[in-house]
C-alpha cells in the first residue's frame, strides 16, 4: 500500500536555507508534489517532479528525488518569514487518471526573524 | 476568476444531525475530492467523482456520501454526525487538462464541529 511519511516539525532562521524531507513506500510513483498551506488557507500546489527526474529547481525552490530509497526533499533558499506554513508531499501512480494523491502527514515550517 | 468555494467555513452541530457541506468550482473540471485534515494524519480522501453522476469512495468513506448532479457542484452529507468527524473538511478540483501533471485546486476548507 502507499503511505507517505514527513516530519513534523521544522524551524530556521531568516535567510538560512530549509530542507523539508519526505519519504513514500509506493515505487510505482508517476509525479511526486509539494503542497503549502499557510494558515486558515486551503493546499497551493509549490512544484512537483517526475519520477524520471533526479532535481528540479525552481527559484528558490529545488526538489531532490532518490527513487532508490523513496525520498523526496524540498530545500527552500534564503528562507522569509512569509515561508512559515505547513508543507505537504503527496504523490499519484497516475496523474492523468484523476490524479488520486496520497498525503504526507505535513511539516510545519516555522521560520523565525 | 475561476475559483473554488465551499460553505460554510465554520459548522457546529450535535451528535446525530445530518450536515451537507457545500462544494463549488467554476473552472468546468471534471474531477472532485473531498478530504479531511486531522492532526498527524494529514489529508485523506474522503470521496471523489470523475464526472457527473460519477463517485467512488476514498479511504476514509464511512459516514459519508456524496452526490454529483452536475459538473460545478459536490456536495458532502454527513448522514448522521458522529464527534470523530469533527475536522476541517477540503473540497479540490483537477481537470482532464493538457497540463500532464494535473494539479489539484483547494478550496479554502470547512471546520465542523460535532458536539
Known amino acids: 500500500g502507499e503511505d507517505v511519511e514527513q516530519s513534523l516539525f521544522l524551524s530556521v532562521r531568516e535567510g538560512d536555507s530549509s530542507v523539508i524531507n519526505c519519504t513514500y513506500t509506493d515505487s510505482s510513483s508517476t509525479y511526486l508534489y509539494w503542497y503549502k498551506q499557510e494558515p486558515g488557507a486551503g493546499l497551493q500546489l509549490l512544484t512537483y517532479i517526475f519520477s524520471n527526474m533526479d532535481m528540479k529547481q525552481d527559484q528558490r525552490l529545488t526538489v531532490l528525488l532518490n527513487k532508490k530509497d523513496k525520498h523526496l526533499s524540498l530545500r527552500i533558499a534564503d528562507t522569509q518569514t512569509g515561508d512559515s506554513a505547513i508543507y505537504f508531499c503527496a504523490e499519484t501512480l497516475c496523474p492523468r487518471a484523476g490524479n488520486m494523491l496520497t498525503f504526507g502527514g505535513g511539516t510545519r515550517l516555522m521560520v523565525k526573524p | 476568476d475561476a475559483e473554488i468555494t465551499q460553505s460554510p467555513r465554520h459548522k457546529i452541530t450535535e451528535t446525530g444531525r445530518q450536515v451537507t457541506l457545500a462544494c463549488h468550482q467554476t473552472w468546468n473540471h471534471n474531477n472532485m475530492f473531498w478530504y479531511r485534515q486531522d492532526l498527524g494524519h494529514g489529508l485523506r480522501l474522503i470521496h471523489y467523482s470523475y464526472g457527473v453522476q460519477d463517485t467512488n469512495k476514498g479511504e476514509v468513506s464511512d459516514g459519508y456520501s456524496v452526490s454529483r448532479s452536475n459538473t460545478e457542484d459536490l456536495p458532502l452529507t454527513l448522514e448522521s454526525a458522529a464527534s470523530s468527524q469533527t475536522s476541517v473538511y477540503f473540497c479540490?478540483?483537477?481537470?482532464?487538462?493538457?497540463?500532464?501533471?494535473?494539479?489539484?485546486?483547494f478550496g479554502p476548507g470547512t471546520r465542523l464541529t460535532v458536539l
Open positions: 479540490a478540483s483537477s481537470g482532464v487538462a493538457a497540463l500532464s501533471y494535473n494539479e489539484q485546486f
